[in-house]
């Protein structure tokens, strides 16, 4: 059975960095595409980062260029989110997602992956 479980989320201060894991279980990354998502209290899920399990091209939103990096283990069971320079409005829950098929650069249609995980909270505050 296909599963997906996200760690590494916590209370963080501002400027402060954290590393969200997503594990796979009951199947590997090469065949798969990656998406981080996020939703915040009251707003919609947004997507945060994607990475291709076959070919390791990555994208970001637009909010976290340039602060947020996404990698896959070597043994391909593992994609890291890790988050530099947070702030406030990074606060959110956070879900990496699943899917097989390709859907060109439509990176964060949430409809298109079919396999999440629970998600992790970020919380990021003095």
């Known amino acids: 059975q296909l599963q997906l479980v996200e760690s590494g989320g916590g209370l963080v201060q501002p400027g402060g960095s954290l590393r969200l894991s997503c594990t796979a279980s009951?199947?590997?990354?090469?065949?798969?595409?990656i998406g981080w998502f996020r939703q915040a209290p009251g707003k919609e899920r947004e997507g945060v980062s994607f990475?291709?399990?076959?070919?390791?091209?990555?994208d970001y939103a637009d909010s976290v260029k340039g602060r947020f990096t996404v990698a896959s283990d070597n043994a391909k069971t593992t994609v890291y989110l890790q988050m530099s320079s947070l702030k406030p409005e990074d606060t959110a829950v956070y879900y990496c997602?699943?899917?097989?098929?390709?859907?060109?650069?439509?990176?964060?249609?949430?409809?298109?992956?079919?396999?999440w995980g629970q998600g992790t909270q970020v919380t990021v505050s003095s």
């Open positions: 990475i291709n399990g076959r070919d390791g091209r990555a």
């Open positions: 997602a699943a899917r097989a098929n390709t859907y060109g650069a439509r990176y964060y249609s949430t409809r298109s992956y079919p396999y």
């Open positions: 009951g199947f590997t990354l090469n065949d798969y595409e």
